[in-house]
């Protein structure tokens, strides 16, 4: 790997960042539509929160 400076180690933590969380709201999603009542535990948790989240980033801009 090479030497990286300190705009691009922060260039890279940002995407590296970016990369897990976006990972980590996919399964998200795609884990609480494959419960086959309908009705997975985390759409009373974390699918909750992220459009919580989804409509006050919606409503800031």
């Not at 399964?27 to 909750?48: H, I, Q």
């Amino acid at each position: 790997m090479l030497p990286l400076n300190g705009a691009d180690r922060l260039e890279a933590f940002v995407a590296t960042c970016l990369l897990i969380n976006g990972m980590c709201r996919g399964t998200l999603w795609d884990m609480s539509g494959r419960c086959p009542a309908g009705k997975s535990y985390l759409e009373f948790g974390a699918v909750a929160f992220m459009r919580q989240l989804e409509k006050s980033a919606l409503s800031a801009s």
